[in-house]
């Protein structure tokens, strides 16, 4: 019955494996034979899981979901620090990344009034959301994750229901 048990879990492994590299987290240890006085989770593997803090509740997803992403804030090793920011999500065209605009006056004191102005800041997103274009969406500040990337995705606010070029200050 062991070996029935230990090939049903590799054969659920490698339909969660999608890259070259296994993929695992780092809080767990895989190769453990049996469970001596520890309690598993109820479909009897372990999974890392935590609470990133500053009012944001973890997604279901993240909790009973196998994905693992190591830039993820809620299963992955990056904390949420500095500033937290709004914005609509632009595009979705990269891998595990989005593209959030956010809109902003900037006020012209030779003629006393304000002007449009936006800033696209690109954001991580964990496979817990599914995102899509025209979504309002909150992100925060974290360690540089890429070249370009230094924001997370913590929340969706709002589903996309209006065009997501339409100007709106945060």
Not at 14 to 27: I, L, N, V, W, Y
Not at 36 to 47: C, P, V, W
């Amino acid at each position: 019955s062991l070996s029935v048990v230990v090939c049903l879990t590799m054969s659920s492994i490698a339909a969660e494996q999608t890259e070259r590299a296994f993929q695992k987290q780092d809080g767990i240890f895989w190769g453990r034979k049996r469970l001596l006085a520890r309690k598993a989770a109820k479909d009897g593997k372990s999974r890392y899981w935590r609470n990133v803090g500053l009012g944001f509740k973890t997604p279901r997803e993240a909790i009973e979901g196998v994905y693992v992403d190591k830039k993820c804030p809620f299963t992955g090793g990056v904390s949420i620090r500095g500033r937290i920011l709004k914005g609509v999500v632009m595009s979705t065209k990269m891998k595990r990344t989005v593209i959030v605009r956010r809109d902003y006056l900037h006020y012209v004191r030779k003629y006393n009034r304000y002007e449009k102005r936006h800033k696209n800041v690109p954001a991580h997103c964990t496979p817990a959301f599914q995102i899509q274009e025209g979504d309002r969406v909150v992100i925060g500040q974290c360690r540089p994750l890429s070249k370009t990337v230094r924001f997370n995705v913590l929340k969706i606010e709002q589903k996309s229901s209006t065009s997501k070029k339409a100007f709106t200050v945060y």
